[in-house]
């Protein structure tokens, strides 16, 4: 898939990337999902929370993770420089890949705006 990898570089995966994100990021709320972001000056790197609680067996965390790597995947050429923390809700359980993408897209939309619009 020539244009759109995803490397292992791309992934935050340490508590305190994740904890820098949640405290000094900006964050957009739906009510099936969370999306924190925090300026860098790199490029687009993607973080998830995906527990047992909200998203269930593990065969559908997984499923949700892949979903949302994948999408994130496509649109990254598009994204502001930031860390984006994804985290599902509960009513995010029973729902569709073509509703995840809705969601992702709006809430992409609105923290692009902010991250462009902002100076941290």
């Given at each position: 898939?020539?244009?759109?990898?995803?490397?292992?570089s791309q992934r935050l995966l340490t508590k305190s990337e994740?904890?820098?994100?949640?405290?000094?990021?900006?964050?957009?709320?739906?009510?099936?999902?969370?999306?924190?972001?925090?300026?860098?000056?790199?490029?687009?790197?993607?973080?998830?929370?995906?527990?047992?609680?909200?998203?269930?067996?593990?065969?559908?965390?997984?499923?949700?993770?892949?979903?949302?790597?994948?999408?994130?995947?496509?649109?990254?050429?598009?994204?502001?420089?930031?860390?984006?923390?994804?985290?599902?809700?509960?009513?995010?359980?029973?729902?569709?890949?073509?509703?995840?993408?809705?969601?992702?897209?709006?809430?992409?939309?609105?923290m692009s705006k902010r991250l462009q619009g902002?100076?941290?």
């Amino acid at each position: 898939m020539p244009g759109f990898p995803f490397k292992p570089s791309q992934r935050l995966l340490t508590k305190s990337e994740f904890d820098r994100v949640y405290q000094n990021g900006w964050r957009v709320a739906d009510p099936l999902l969370n999306l924190h972001a925090y300026k860098n000056k790199t490029a687009p790197r993607l973080g998830m929370s995906v527990s047992t609680k909200n998203a269930g067996s593990s065969v559908r965390r997984n499923q949700m993770r892949r979903w949302i790597r994948e999408d994130f995947r496509l649109r990254q050429n598009t994204l502001p420089a930031a860390d984006y923390v994804v985290t599902v809700k509960a009513n995010l359980r029973d729902r569709t890949h073509p509703e995840l993408v809705t969601v992702l897209d709006k809430v992409y939309a609105l923290m692009s705006k902010r991250l462009q619009g902002s100076s941290v």
